[in-house]
């Protein structure tokens, strides 16, 4: 099961002076973006996805993770500082870190948000590393049937994960689904929905739509509050920033101990529901945050306890590693930010699905360390450049929206030197500013345009394979129990549901 | 008792059944074959069936307050903006890679500080504001070249301006 020659192979790659370079740039990139709100930490993701056409798997994955991992910690700087969480999943951060900041320990606060995120990282990319590799060796057991009923389980987790509205994630899923299909039938080669233009027979290019949903809807919105908001477009927290003195004493060993509840179901919250895909990282660390309170010996839980920080950071940040389980076990992108990491992967040449652990060991071993490898750079830069993040956000909106503008320009047209690549890049940027003003989830829509092409590809083989017969899904056992874990998951779900908005009448 | 409420959630779930609906009959006048159109027709069912539940949610549950998108103007700015990125595309490909991103820059940040200017009754601090932007600008414009031309090698095709 382990290999001793691709462990040692992928250590030498990552282990190397341009590889820590790169995590390097990641995590201080990382961290800035996601200090600032408003920012959301997908969109240096999506801008930096255009080097992985040049760098080798080793760079672009390291300056990927550090920039996951390093944004995913950074918003908790803001959350803290100022009580204006620079990225969703810090948005549980902000009750007792900010309390934390009023009453004087803002300097406490920040330490416990980045050892606790530090703590969560690096547990969950431990846990990460020891279920991976066994749960990839039983994935090629998995037929043509059993990655159908997988993939469905994976979309259904995802539209009842993702929103209040079950109709916004289905309709969300049904135009990822539109999206995949446009182009070449992958068996026979006929030309699906392309509407007579060229360019779309290799079908609706990835990496111009991942750029164009998550970064032109966040463009066009900062622009016109440029415009018509002039007083509220400049710097963020100017005012609470003379509440954090950075030179009063910081957290001691015993304070951070004293949080193991907060730090351990944290970790453990957040890698279980981080390693299903839809929940996110918002979802684990509220989720987190309020069973532990129900744990919680410390009375000021909610109201400024280091306790709290502890729980929402390690939750938030125990996401990182586990979102890849799901990822290189059997292809299925646990976020939207995986679904990114995804699209790299596969523009490096590593075909992600249920072989990858088998076909491309190094690859994945790679990542491992990479994963570890960035925690201490984001434990060093976390700790050594703080005054700097929480003065980040006194950039002006109106100088640094233009810049991200012309970068994600050029960016897109560097994939493959193409304009239409731009117009794309754009057309789903209107897509995307659509889904935010309805309210549509967009992990729905990414993983099922990800998952699309796999999904037709098993299914249309099972069909060839059972000459038509549909019971031919549900014969295998590991496919029952598959699509009874489906229908019990909707079942739960819709119950749940129907109860919340029960009691929401009531009141 | 029931009421219907007509609401913007209601307006787009219906626009999104009639547009899946109408492309779903369509799809049975293509020439392709049926295996061909499943997963095209699942996604446009799909599309049609989140139409739907979105509908349902407000007309069955009347008492839950109803969480409509704002109604806003930005339809110019819809335009504007993705406009105004495909015009910068055209020029650095047509124009120059630093002529056009530096007069992008300059024109938007000029634009930008004599409005701030105006607003703010402070018209002789504008001329030397306009200056330290003109160095940012070159800077950033600077770092693009070196970025996407000399680091990663990208391919511009030959142009009147640098």
């Known amino acids: ?507 | 008792m029931i009421t219907f409420r007509v609401t913007l959630n209601v307006k787009i779930g219906l626009i999104v059944i009639v547009l899946s609906t109408a492309a779903f009959i369509w799809t049975y006048s293509m020439p392709l074959r049926s295996m061909e159109l499943f997963i095209p027709r699942i996604s446009l069912g799909l599309m049609g069936l989140g139409g739907f539940l979105i509908i349902l949610k407000d007309f069955l549950e009347p008492a839950v307050k109803i969480m409509e998108p704002k109604r806003e103007q930005v339809l110019p700015f819809l335009a504007g903006v993705p406009a105004a990125m495909w015009l910068y595309g055209w020029s650095f490909r047509n124009i120059g890679i630093l002529t056009s991103t530096f007069s992008f820059l300059m024109i938007w940040w000029i634009c930008i500080s004599i409005r701030d200017a105006k607003r703010t009754d402070s018209m002789k601090s504008v001329a030397p504001k306009i200056l330290k932007l003109a160095v940012l600008a070159f800077l950033v414009t600077a770092s693009v070249q070196l970025l996407f031309i000399e680091l990663l090698n990208m391919y511009m095709p030959s142009t009147f301006l640098p």
Not at chain 1, 17 to 44: K, Q
Not at chain 1, 329 to 357: D, K, N, Q, Y
Not at chain 1, 435 to 440: C, E, S
Request: with cysteine; proline share 5%.
């Open chain 1, 1 to 507: 099961m382990f290999d001793m020659e691709a462990m040692r192979e992928a250590f030498f790659t990552v282990f190397a002076l341009d590889t820590a370079l790169f995590i390097m740039i990641g995590v201080i990139v990382g961290i800035s973006v996601g200090a600032i709100p408003g920012l959301a930490h997908s969109l240096p993701i999506a801008l930096v996805l255009p080097f992985s056409f040049v760098l080798p798997i080793h760079q672009t994955m390291g300056l990927l993770i550090g920039t996951y991992k390093g944004g995913t910690y950074g918003g908790s700087i803001t959350a803290i500082s100022f009580g204006t969480p620079g990225t969703s999943g810090a948005a549980a951060t902000v009750a007792d870190g900010y309390a934390l900041t009023k009453m004087g320990k803002g300097k406490k606060a920040l330490q416990m948000g980045l050892y606790a995120s530090i703590t969560g990282d690096t547990l969950s990319d431990l846990a990460l590393i020891f279920l991976v590799v066994p749960i990839g060796m039983m994935a090629p057991r998995f037929g043509p049937a059993e990655l159908s009923a997988l993939y469905f389980l994976a979309l259904s987790l995802v539209i009842v994960f993702s929103t209040e509205n079950p109709g916004k994630g289905i309709l969300s899923a049904g135009v990822g689904f539109f999206l995949a299909i446009i182009g070449r039938d992958i068996l026979t080669g006929g030309l699906r929905f392309t509407f007579g233009v060229r360019y779309l027979e290799a079908g609706f290019p990835l990496v111009p739509l991942l750029i164009g949903f998550f970064a032109v809807p966040e463009i066009i919105k900062q622009i016109k509050k440029i415009i018509t908001e002039p007083d509220d477009s400049g710097v963020v927290g100017e005012a609470a920033e003379k509440l954090l003195n950075l030179k009063e004493e910081g957290l001691t060993l015993k304070e951070f101990l004293s949080s193991w509840r907060g730090l351990g179901l944290g970790t453990l919250i957040g890698t279980f529901l981080g390693a299903l895909p839809g929940p996110g990282a918002t979802l684990c660390s509220y989720t987190a945050y309020s069973v532990t309170s129900q744990f919680s010996k410390d009375v000021n839980y909610g109201k400024g306890a280091l306790e709290g920080v502890a729980t929402a950071e390690a939750a938030n940040n125990a996401t990182c590693g586990a979102t890849f389980i799901p990822l290189l076990t059997f292809g299925i992108p646990g976020s939207s930010i995986a679904a990114l990491l995804m699209a790299a992967l596969i523009m490096e040449g590593v075909p992600v699905g249920p072989r990858v652990v088998v076909d491309h060991t190094v690859v994945v071993y790679t990542l491992f360390l990479l994963l570890l490898l960035a925690n201490p750079f984001n434990l060093l830069f976390g700790r050594l450049l703080i005054p700097v993040y929480s003065k980040l956000t006194r950039i002006p909106a109106a100088i640094l929206w233009p810049v991200i503008a012309i970068v994600l320009v050029i960016g897109t047209y560097a994939l493959n030197n193409r304009p239409f690549d731009i117009v794309i890049c754009l057309i789903a940027g209107l897509i995307g500013y659509f889904f935010k003003w309805f309210k549509l989830p967009d992990g729905p829509l990414v993983l099922s345009f990800l998952v699309t092409p796999l999904f037709e590809a098993n299914f249309r083989q099972a069909i060839t394979i059972s000459r038509g017969d549909y019971t031919y899904f549900f014969t295998s056992g590991i496919s029952q129990v598959l699509w009874i874990v489906t229908i019990l998951t909707i079942f739960f779900f819709v119950r749940k549901r129907r109860k919340t908005d029960a009691r929401i009448s009531g009141d």
